[in-house]
């Protein structure tokens, strides 16, 4: 069962009691009893080896795929970021910025309104008129972030984001996440494949295995991390001996 949750009613963001998926397909289920709580303005990361289970665990988060059994409660908008920007090539940045907001049928002026704020954000505003092709890796992801942003979800999903990127787009991205993650006071859940990276910015790390949550990590280090810190060192180094145990 799916329901949508009033978050000035309640303590957490997103509740998945008991969910199972199984496709048709396979005989083992792509995830498997997952129970998970996550509170509103929470930065939750997400990781484990392939085919664990975790994109199932976000397009059922992002209402792309409905659990078999099991209890999901969302909040009514949920925003989502996909690996690879996926943009519009034939619209600009303004235009793919501002898709979600037609999608809605939202009035002109608050499509003008938001998507200049969301572009400022991820400073892009100077590029509104750019299309997908005249710009970086970087800044096609920083469009997709804005899109996400502008219809205002009380959720963003972030879906490998930054797997096809060189390490200091990356690490500029990073900042700009947890800029964006404080200003705002949203809500992100963010797959990650990079145990360092998940450790840099969740506050608690998820490890899934075998379509199931292995362990739940604290992180509790102060922001922003060092990775040559020992506390941050000894944190990486206690997941993974669980993720390749």
């Not at 930065?43 to 659990?67: D, H, M, Q």
């Not at 979800?153 to 879906?159: A, F, G, R």
């Not at 963010?190 to 969740?202: D, F, K, N, R």
């Not at 490890?207 to 991390?225: A, H, N, Q, S, V």
């Amino acid at each position: 069962m799916q329901n949508d949750l009033d978050l000035n009613n309640k303590k957490d963001a997103i509740v998945l009691e008991h969910v199972s998926k199984l496709y048709p397909e396979s005989e083992r289920p792509a995830l498997a009893g997952v129970s998970l709580a996550v509170k509103p303005a929470e930065f939750v990361c997400i990781i484990g080896p392939s085919g664990c289970g975790k994109s199932t665990l976000v397009k059922i988060i992002a209402r792309l795929e409905r659990a078999s059994t099991g209890m999901v409660e969302l909040p009514q908008k949920v925003g989502l970021v996909f690996q690879s920007g996926a943009l519009l090539p034939w619209l600009t940045v303004e235009d793919n910025a501002a898709f979600g907001l037609h999608a809605e049928h939202a009035a002109e002026a608050l499509v003008r309104e938001r998507v200049k704020k969301y572009l400022a954000m991820v400073g892009l505003e100077a590029f509104a008129k750019k299309y997908p092709h005249e710009l970086s890796g970087g800044q096609r992801q920083r469009v997709g972030i804005a899109r996400a942003l502008a219809i205002e979800p009380q959720v963003l999903l972030l879906d490998e984001p930054f797997s096809a990127l060189d390490p200091k787009t990356t690490e500029e991205l990073h900042k700009d996440v947890l800029a964006i993650w404080r200003e705002t006071k949203i809500t992100i859940v963010m797959v990650s494949h990079l145990i360092e990276e998940a450790v840099s910015l969740g506050e608690r790390v998820v490890l899934m295995k075998d379509g199931k949550i292995e362990e739940i990590y604290p992180i509790g280090l102060p922001y922003p991390r060092r990775e040559s810190g020992i506390a941050f060192h000894d944190m990486v180094q206690k997941i993974r001996a669980k993720f390749f145990a």
